[in-house]
């Protein structure tokens, strides 16, 4: 069992930047992959990013790629989004999730752990 907790939303205007992390506990971390998603206002959940257990291999939206980056910190047992350039449209509940496949894949059921999620409201 993983247990995750996002932390790192807010309000932030439009062009700003927010740091989202989410910190795991339980289970070996390095032995996850993990992955970021969102849910919009109205809209399906949808994929944002993920990266491998070791850190060198990362995936991501096309409507996020260039403005934000995935990292991790296996030491730390901590994961993270920057996002850069924040839209409007990038106002959701963001989640990470994790999951023992080493196939970063952008399916939602693929991932076996969620947390609770994090508010992130950009205003334009």
Known sequence: ?????????????AGNSLRLSCAASGRTFGNYKMGWFRRAPGK????V???NWRGDNRRYAESVKGRFTISRDNAKNTVY?????????????YYCAA???PILSVAAPSYDYWGQGTQVTVSS
């Open 81 to 93: 989004l920057q996002m850069n350039s924040l839209k409007s449209e990038d106002t959701a509940v």
């Open 1 to 13: 069992q993983v247990q995750l907790v996002e932390s790192g939303g807010g309000l932030v205007q």
């Open 99 to 101: 999951d023992q496949s």
């Open 44 to 47: 399906e959940r949808e994929f």
């Open 49 to 51: 990013a993920a990266i």
